[in-house]
């Protein structure tokens, strides 16, 4: 927060109380009415340098707020991506599918290699060429060609670095 704000409200506040005291000694209509004016503009300064300050301390609250989530974000993706290895399920692919002791019972699948790098997960779903098949991710709208005719369905990832590429086939 800018000290600045906060200095500019106290002194506002110290000049608007000099001048209330100033009135004790005052002796004609004259003097008070431009005390009075000081006064006002003493008062005004202290609200403006307060409403300033206020205003600074509700956007950096809301920045701490913003980063917070993105730093829960950051740590849900940690935990999730260590659910993945990186896999090379057929020649010239390489890919993340999921471990099967961290698969909570969901089905083997795998996942875009570009959206993983990007912190989030996003299932790749098989599409079909008219030579051959491909892995279509449908956020950030890869392809990943396969050379395979036909895509069997998806392993977990232990499967698929215990076997030879023509295994796999």
Wanted: hydrophobic share 35%.
């Amino acid at each position: 927060m800018d000290m600045s704000l906060i200095q500019g409200t106290v002194a506002g506040l110290k000049a608007a109380s000099d001048i209330a005291k100033g009135f004790l000694e005052l002796k004609s209509i004259a003097d008070v009415q431009t005390k009075v004016i000081d006064l006002q503009s003493a008062i005004l300064s202290a609200q403006s340098s307060a409403l300033s300050a206020n205003a600074e301390q509700s956007a950096m609250i809301e920045k701490i707020r913003a980063l917070k989530e993105e730093i829960t974000s950051i740590k849900k993706w940690e935990e999730e991506k260590k659910r993945y290895a990186l896999v090379n399920p057929w020649s010239g692919f390489v890919t993340y599918a999921l471990k099967k002791e961290s698969s909570n019972s969901e089905p083997p699948h795998l996942i875009c290699t570009k959206c993983y790098e990007d912190g989030r997960k996003s299932i790749l779903n098989p599409k079909k060429n008219t030579s051959h098949a491909l892995l279509y991710c449908p956020v950030c709208k890869a392809e990943m060609h396969t050379r395979l005719v036909v895509i069997h369905t998806a392993k977990y990832a232990h499967e698929y670095s215990s076997k030879t590429h023509e295994e796999i086939k």
